[in-house]
């Protein structure tokens, strides 16, 4: 869907009618609300980083890719002319280990010190990204779609925006119903790119739909 196809049938079942301001912000909060389950995997290369001591630090926020970053999920190192490691995530109170730590606004690196002493390197970085917020100007283009979110699930937004739109019309019956229909999507939204994203999971999703559908196994 268009993200203008999605205001007017939010309008339409809501009977409700905001400016473009108030459905935007709508729109954005139920993405927002979306994109932990997304699991939209990405991949950040060639991070050119120098190093002191063995420590080194990667800007998340001068970043362009990665400060689209929902969360973090591998961190590879490679020194100059060398091979790219995996590196453990570690706690942040660990100042000793070999690996990475986040910070808010930076991806740590820690103790990569080796007997060649090593003082550059390039890292690679996995990570699962937000999904795209739309803007007014995306409203107003007719031909604008929502990304990242299968379009078999672009009704989602326009329940979450009914039920937005009720509450504040303290229409309540209307509000919950629109949301609890909301809540089905996601869960089904949850298994599905677990399935795809997570396959080390699946054996706990096949218990999950068994128990759900009320059978054991």
Known sequence: MTVAEIVALAQLQSEESYDDPTWINYINACLNDLTPIMKLLN???????????????????NDEDLATAASFLNVYFAPT?????????LPISDNSSK????????IEL????????TTSGTVRVDYYKRLQPVTIEELEDDLFEISGLPPEY??????????????????????NNAYAEYQLGKKQ?????????????????????????????
């Open 189 to 217: 939204l949850l298994y599905d790119r677990t399935w795809e994203m997570e396959p080390h999971m699946r054996r706990y999703l096949k218990r999950a739909k068994v128990a759900m559908l009320g059978g054991t196994r």
């Open 154 to 175: 672009h009704h989602m937004i326009v329940l979450y925006c009914v039920a937005k739109s009720q509450q504040k019309e303290e229409e309540l019956d209307d509000a």
């Open 43 to 61: 991949t950040k290369n060639n991070i050119s980083v120098s190093l002191t001591n063995g420590n080194g630090s990667i800007s998340i926020s």
């Open 99 to 106: 690996g990475w730590k986040l910070t808010q606004s930076t």
């Open 81 to 89: 002319s060398g091979k790219f490691i995996q590196l453990r995530r």
């Open 110 to 117: 820690q103790n990569l010190v080796s007997a060649s002493g």
